[in-house]
């Protein structure tokens, strides 16, 4: 659910460090998530992306993974930089199915990522 | 060079007054979106077009409207009846409107305070 306030979660990693950031999602009928990193006054860029038929995915020093049981993504950052530093985002999309069309997407509140050389 | 531009990047507004925020698309995309984002927390889909000349309201429409003539362009236009409306406002758009598996490419931002 949506927390409340102006404080985001925080992680604090040291650079080289693998950082893990961790998100809860609502719906058990989402059946595609994605991964945007968001930068101080920009828009989001995209990671990575998972379907639900996956519990695995690896990109270039990312992975995501997936846990449906529990309704759980993480994302896990091998060798965290200073230029990862930002608000992580994680938005989950429920079939269009159910939805009646649109591929809408629901994000999560975020997580600062904080990189400490 | 492809991509999705919003302007202008900062506006200020007199409480009461209309403001028009801009979003222009050249990827070829089907679908374009709008969203609100409040310090320290997430997106909120304010309205969304997945083809040309049709929108659907998204989860906070209120006080805002929208127009989608041209595939390319998809306007929010932030009316007087927004009684919150100095946030950051982004727009994104996908390849596809109907289809579940695919990624939204957002713009810069256009950053909007009501003085």
């Known amino acids: 659910g949506e927390s409340v306030g102006l404080h985001l979660p925080t992680l604090s990693v040291q650079e080289g460090d693998n950082s893990i950031i961790n998100c809860a999602y609502s719906n058990s009928a989402s059946d595609y998530f994605i991964w945007y990193k968001q930068e101080s006054g920009k828009g989001p860029q995209f990671i990575i992306d998972?379907?639900?038929?996956?519990d695995k995915r690896q990109g270039q020093r990312v992975t995501v993974l997936l846990n449906k049981t529990v309704k759980h993504l993480s994302l896990q950052i091998a060798a965290t930089q200073p230029g990862d530093s930002a608000v992580y985002f994680c938005a989950e999309n429920i079939s269009t199915e159910l939805t009646g069309g649109g591929n809408k997407l629901t994000f999560g509140t975020g997580t600062q990522l904080k990189v400490e050389l | 060079d492809g991509g999705i531009t919003q302007s202008p990047k900062y506006l200020f507004r007199k409480e009461g007054q209309n403001v028009t925020l801009s979003c222009e698309q050249n990827?070829?995309?089907?679908?374009m979106y709008w969203y609100r984002q409040d310090p320290g927390q997430g997106l909120r889909l304010i309205y969304y077009s997945q083809i040309v000349n049709d929108f659907q309201k998204g989860d906070i429409a209120e006080g805002y409207s929208v127009s989608r003539e041209k595939k390319e362009s998809f306007p929010l236009t932030v009316t007087s009846a927004q009684k919150n409306p100095t946030a950051f406002y982004l727009c994104?758009?996908?390849?596809?409107?109907?289809?579940?598996?695919?990624?939204?490419?957002f713009g810069p931002g256009t950053r909007l305070t009501v003085l």
């Open positions: 990827l070829n995309h089907d679908a």
């Open positions: 994104a758009s996908s390849i596809f409107g109907t289809s579940d598996y695919n990624e939204q490419f």
């Open positions: 998972i379907r639900s038929n996956m």
